[in-house]
């Protein structure tokens, strides 16, 4: 049986997108990462779904608190 959790980390992707006010829209995805991994040793940036904006934009990885 695999060990729950392992040496994952979770970690929040913010978007961002703004609004037409120039504020940011503040949507974000939680997910998880491997921080063992020699290959995500910078932060993550990923091209997601923003429904706020209803586009496509990029997500910057940030420490959960």
Known sequence: MAKRGGNSIFIKMVSTATKADG????????TR???????????????????????HVIFKEEKMK
């Open 23 to 30: 504020k940011k829209t503040g949507y974000f995805y939680v």
């Open 33 to 55: 990462k491997n921080p063992k991994s020699p290959n995500t040793t910078e932060k993550l940036e990923m091209r997601r779904y923003d429904p706020v904006v209803r586009q």
